[in-house]
């Protein structure tokens, strides 16, 4: 059945497609070949539309360099010569608002600051924020703690980073928008997900106010709590004591179009 629906499909539409291995694409192009029994033409002759922005996330991939992430994406696949490319190079939401007052003036400025990150030219932030670091330790499988203190110091420590778990260092400062990764109190609303403002940075809590959900408004206070990352890539049980927060940019209206950058093949 699923033969039979893709041969009569006519146009394949892919988005985000930068964050998908090359062997994805070419995977489909066999498979269309196949199906349609057209070996001559890309996707069996099929057009297939691709969305995204390589500024954006490339293919993720666990323990890999940055080279071998370069060489899993769809520029590198056989397949590329064969895509056309059409980029965008006006922002279609905000012309849609073109004959607004200032509210179009201010998404215009922030659409040409999210612009410039993407593009690179803007460096690190030039705030004095408190910056929260983390307590990390090691604990060993087996009795060798000394042996693992000097193959893995704290610097070392400092700078892992694993799914779920916040990094060593977060930058903070009033009225900066953050989301909860772990549930803390659901009674309160303190649920992963949840949506805060910072109100106020203190030594051990971050004092915040709730968003989102059914406690709009609440102000809570947020502690550090144990992370634990238990893997057989590591030779001891990593723990990681941090704010269970992330820092979420907050867009209560769109400022740009959504697909910046197609390809058409």
């Known amino acids: 059945m699923l033969a039979e629906l893709l041969n009569e499909t006519l146009l394949i539409i892919w988005d985000e497609a930068p964050m998908s291995d090359k062997r994805c694409f070419e995977c489909l192009d066999r498979t269309l070949r196949d199906i349609t ?3 001559n033409h890309p996707f069996g002759g099929k057009s297939v539309l691709l969305g995204g ?3 954006q996330t490339l293919p993720v991939k666990i323990k890999c360099s940055r080279s071998e992430i370069i060489e899993s994406t769809l520029p590198r696949s056989y397949l590329w010569p064969h895509f056309r490319v059409f980029q965008l190079h006006e922002n279609m939401q905000l012309r849609s608002h073109r004959d607004a007052t200032t509210s179009s003036e201010n998404e215009t400025e922030f659409a040409m600051w999210l612009l410039q990150i993407g593009d690179g030219l803007l460096g ?6 408190p910056h929260n670091r983390s307590h990390d330790v090691m604990i060993p499988h087996s009795g060798c703690h000394s042996d693992l203190e000097a193959m893995f110091p704290q610097e070392y420590l400092n700078q892992l980073t694993f799914s779920g778990i916040p990094s060593h260092q977060v930058s903070l400062k009033i009225n ?8 803390l109190n659901q009674s309160l609303g303190l649920c992963n997900g949840t949506r805060l403002i910072v109100s106020q940075l203190l030594p051990r809590i971050i004092e915040a106010r709730i968003i989102t959900g059914t406690s709009v408004g609440l102000r809570v206070y947020i502690p550090r709590i144990k992370f ?6 590591l030779p001891f049980v990593f723990t990681r004591r941090q704010f269970p927060i992330k820092i979420y940019v907050y867009l209560p209206k769109p400022v740009f179009t959504h697909g910046q950058l197609t390809a058409k093949g």
Do not use: A, G, K, Q
């Open 176 to 183: 900066t928008p953050i989301i909860l990764i772990r549930n």
């Open 228 to 233: 634990v990352h238990n893997t057989e890539d």
């Open 53 to 55: 922005d390589f500024r």
């Open 37 to 39: 029994s057209n070996c």
């Open 124 to 129: 690190d932030p030039d705030t004095n924020n």
